[in-house]
């Protein structure tokens, strides 16, 4: 028999607490549908994590904080993320960087990424392990972002060690949305965007298109499509959803440029060494999802297929290596990825507490084609090399979140999990199977016999894949020499000591002091097609985040987070790690009081980091202030102006530090190379709801 259709006469209002309406979720004995989860999300911005965390990491943001900031692109949405910084240095189409506890996470690796249960983070990637483009993302469906930070979850596997970012998406919308936008540097946007009732659930839609040139001398033309089916029945914790997601881009890329080229006048800042590189990527989706709820137990299962498709020009070196054609490079990758997430869990009440004991499994399969060639402005000239990847893993977890009295509880879990590797390279030599198998244990320990504090202990362990290539390879397929493989899975280990509060009607606050080890940051090098074995490695790092409503208008959200990152053990050339991020920090201050204005505006402040592993190079800090200013029509209908680098600062988005070659140099040079943020500009959207 199917749930029953969710009654639009029930109220938000019915429910007097939200904490309570969550905590109730979390244990089956609601039966509330997303419009009302929806409907408590946008009454209050930040929700208080106070008896639902299980550290000073972790967190839930809402649909309300997250219309109300500033994105220039979509990856950006993870910024609300404490202590998260999302940047690019290349074409808008492409992968974003991503900085967070002392890691520059590359494209991804070790921060775990989903959307409505799919993993984003695509492993053995031709560019870079961990590959997560968001650019299929759509902020206007987006009712949720939680996050964790650190292995202390037994849910969470791969990537998963310095931290973790779901987005969660409306099944049902209140109401429609029809927007057009304009800007500055080409940009254009279009979204429509609705759900409507049928005689058993409800089917949502959505479409995007956009159109952004940026501020560059050859525009990166990034021309994108987009599009979201969802039909489902029931509620949040009963009932099934059925999705179909498909976006499709191209795009120019202006990627890093050395220093000394700008310095000595050959080009501007916002010029390219090549201006033939770029992408083009598509992405395509079905998946599910089913819950059960009763008051004892609860089962969830969600299944899924992508078909990801990447096709990149890079050219980062100029000409080193290939002074006639250049060293332009092509990156194909084309993948089908599936697999299947499944839990169960049992809640058992005693006379002093409760506890709840889950136990799932999680599958994955990667059926990849991808490769390395040697180009001139995206013509094929050479292979560097060709492989056919197969990469399936399986996890199997189990976790107790036990509350042992109104003051003390703990959260146990371990999981297990299996990788196997099957490689087939167009080098016979690189080809190969290979196997490997972790077991991640995790506890942490909460204590608040304060109505307004709690403080938490944390210890766990996790791991992060490396690329399948490297673990069969033998022969270096640029030099031909020989190559050593890499260990398929690197543990890292993690603790963290902590503290929530709200001692202050309208603050949270929380405190978070962690270490995090690797055994060895091991990684495959897509750029080179070869394998680079790192040390071992350690952090330290301490994270401050605020959030205070001291009127019903205004808000106030204050994220400060430095990290120490270095090699373990004598490194000859220094322990310092190239990339890693210091110190961050956010401020941000909306004013809304329900009225026809509301304005924000974010200061953001990315601190300087080592280029070299002596730290003789060092990056500078970069801080950049958006704003959004809107305007209530009528009832339904607004107008939202929205300003990036409203300062106009000519800061880096991002600093590298190596050898390169231009068109006249005698020999390769070592230089800063950089990606500039871009230069202030303007964006309008007209809104109208229906």
Do not use: C
């Amino acid at each position: 028999m199917a749930p029953p259709k969710p009654s639009s006469s029930i109220k938000a209002a019915s429910i007097k607490s939200p904490l309570k309406y969550l905590l109730l979720l979390a244990f089956g004995a609601a039966q509330a549908d997303d419009q009302i989860l929806q409907k408590i999300l946008v009454e209050g911005s930040r929700s208080n994590q106070l008896g639902v965390a299980d550290s000073a990491s972790a967190g839930s943001v809402t649909q309300e904080e997250l219309a109300a900031r500033t994105v220039y692109r979509p990856g950006e949405v993870l910024e609300a993320v404490p202590g998260l910084v999302v940047s690019q240095h290349s074409g808008e189409g492409k992968a974003n960087q991503f900085y967070l506890r002392g890691f520059n996470l590359d494209h991804g690796t070790d921060l775990r990424t989903s959307v409505d249960g799919m993993p984003v983070n695509q492993r053995s990637h031709a560019h870079g392990q961990g590959w997560t483009d968001l650019n299929f993302l759509i902020p206007e469906l987006a009712v949720r972002l939680d996050y964790k930070k650190g292995p202390y979850s037994a849910e969470e596997g791969d990537f998963a060690s310095a931290g973790t970012a779901s987005v969660v998406y409306a099944s049902r919308l209140l109401q429609g949305v029809a927007s057009i936008s304009a800007g500055q540097n080409g940009y254009g946007r279009a979204l429509l965007a609705d759900s409507v009732d049928t005689s058993r659930g409800s089917l949502l839609y959505a479409i995007e298109a956009m159109h952004n040139d940026g501020p560059f001398t050859h525009p990166d033309d990034y021309q994108k499509l987009n599009a979201v089916l969802r039909y489902s029945e029931g509620y949040t914790n009963n009932g099934f959803n059925v999705s179909l997601m498909a976006y499709k881009a191209d795009w120019n890329s202006t990627d890093q440029i050395p220093l000394r080229a700008v310095q000595d006048g050959q080009i501007g800042r916002n010029d390219a060494i090549d201006s033939t590189d770029g992408g083009k990527a598509h992405r395509y989706s079905l998946s599910g999802g089913w819950r059960r709820t009763t008051d004892d137990s609860a089962f969830k299962v969600n299944a899924y297929i992508i078909a990801n498709l990447l096709d990149l020009w890079s050219n980062f070196t100029y000409f080193m290596d290939d002074p006639l054609h250049g060293d332009q490079f092509a990156q194909p990758d084309r993948r089908v990825t599936s697999g299947l997430n499944a839990s169960h869990s049992w809640h058992h009440h005693t006379e002093t507490g409760n506890s709840e004991t889950t136990v799932g499994v999680q599958l994955q399969n990667d059926n990849i084609f991808n490769g390395l060639y040697n180009t001139q402005a995206r013509r094929t000239l050479s292979v560097t090399r060709q492989d056919h990847i197969v990469e399936s893993s399986a996890g199997l977890y189990v976790e107790n979140n036990t509350r042992w009295d109104a003051a003390f509880r703990t959260v146990v879990g371990a999981r297990v999990d299996g990788y196997r590797f099957d490689v087939q390279s167009d080098l016979a030599a690189n080809s190969g199977k290979a196997n490997d198998h972790l077991v991640s244990p995790s506890v942490s320990l909460i204590y608040g016999p304060w109505q307004t504090a709690e403080v938490y202990a944390n210890f766990g362990s996790g791991f992060h894949s490396n690329d399948a290539r490297g673990t069969t390879i033998t022969i270096d397929p640029k030099t031909g020499l020989a190559a050593n493989k890499v260990t398929p899975l690197v543990r890292s280990r993690g603790m963290e000591l902590g503290a929530r509060t709200a001692w202050l009607p309208g603050l949270q606050t929380s405190l978070s002091l962690y270490r995090l080890d690797f055994d060895s940051e091991l990684v495959y090098i897509g750029d080179a097609g070869a394998t680079e074995a790192g040390p071992p490695s350690r952090r330290y790092g301490v994270e401050f985040s605020n959030y205070y409503k001291p009127l019903k208008w205004l808000s106030v959200d204050l994220d400060l987070a430095y990290a120490r990152a270095r090699s373990r053990g004598y490194e000859e050339e220094g322990s310092y790690i190239p990339g890693a991020i210091e110190g961050t920090g956010q401020l941000a201050v909306t004013v809304d009081d329900g009225g026809p204005y509301s304005a924000s505006l974010k200061l953001r402040y990315f601190g300087p980091r080592p280029l070299i592993e002596d730290n003789s190079v060092r990056s500078k800090a970069s801080m950049t202030l958006n704003g959004r200013f809107g305007w209530k029509i009528r009832k339904n209908l607004s107008l939202e102006l929205e300003a990036f680098n409203i300062t106009n600062r000519r800061d880096s988005a991002i600093d590298y530090y190596y050898e390169s070659q231009l068109k006249g140099e005698a020999a390769a040079v070592a230089d800063i190379h950089f990606h500039p943020i871009e230069s202030r500009s303007l964006r309008a959207t007209l809104v109208k709801n229906f």
